[in-house]
């Protein structure tokens, strides 16, 4: 960039950084071409501390109810425990924005203590613009959603319970 300054350099750095966080991304890497050997290159990272917090709040419940009720620690566990090693649990297959409604202001697709059917869609992951539908893996009782409308979900995120 020769002398001049572009102000909406700024802008945009800033606009990918709150890009960065509302997608829950960990790195971003774009490349802005303004005409000959004058270009912007841009690298947003983060550290992703996403993990850290997790354990705490599951770690708190689990000796509370661990003493009380020594015959059914088991199912305690799992019903307490980590919500992705529930066998019941249907996980995101992407990173995006979990939506539980097809539009704003229309129905949820399921709700706690619907019955579905294998394949039908429990919710939409939008990955870059796309609406993914999310099927049901089986059919059973939705037990737990553990997303919001509009929360960003990882890959492997726990989204729901179906028992």
């Given at each position: 960039?020769?002398?001049?300054?572009?102000?909406g350099?700024?802008?945009?750095?800033?606009?990918?950084?709150?890009?960065?966080?509302?997608?829950?991304?960990?790195?971003?890497?774009?490349?802005?071409?303004?005409?000959?050997?004058?270009?912007?290159?841009?690298?947003?990272?983060?550290?992703?501390?996403?993990?850290?917090?997790?354990?705490?709040?599951?770690?708190?419940?689990?000796?509370?109810?661990?003493?009380?009720?020594?015959?059914?620690?088991?199912?305690?566990?799992?019903?307490?425990?980590?919500?992705?090693?529930?066998?019941?649990?249907?996980?995101?297959?992407?990173?995006?924005?979990a939506?539980?409604?097809?539009?704003?202001?229309?129905?949820?697709?399921?709700?706690?203590?619907?019955?579905?059917?294998?394949?039908?869609?429990?919710?939409?992951?939008?990955?870059?613009?796309?609406?993914?539908?999310?099927?049901?893996?089986?059919?059973?009782?939705?037990?737990?959603?553990?997303v919001?409308?509009g929360?960003?979900?990882?890959?492997?995120?726990?989204?729901?319970?179906?028992?």
């Amino acid at each position: 960039m020769a002398n001049k300054t572009h102000d909406g350099d700024v802008a945009f750095i800033k606009a990918l950084a709150e890009l960065l966080a509302q997608n829950e991304l960990t790195e971003l890497e774009v490349m802005r071409e303004y005409g000959d050997n004058d270009s912007l290159n841009v690298r947003v990272s983060k550290q992703s501390i996403v993990a850290a917090p997790a354990p705490a709040p599951v770690a708190a419940p689990a000796p509370a109810a661990a003493p009380a009720p020594a015959a059914s620690a088991p199912a305690a566990a799992a019903s307490s425990g980590d919500p992705a090693q529930d066998p019941g649990a249907v996980t995101s297959p992407m990173v995006g924005t979990a939506y539980l409604q097809a539009e704003p202001g229309t129905p949820a697709f399921v709700s706690v203590g619907d019955t579905v059917a294998e394949g039908q869609t429990l919710m939409i992951v939008e990955a870059m613009k796309t609406m993914n539908q999310i099927p049901s893996p089986r059919a059973g009782k939705v037990t737990r959603i553990l997303v919001g409308d509009g929360d960003p979900v990882e890959f492997g995120t726990p989204l729901m319970i179906i028992a």
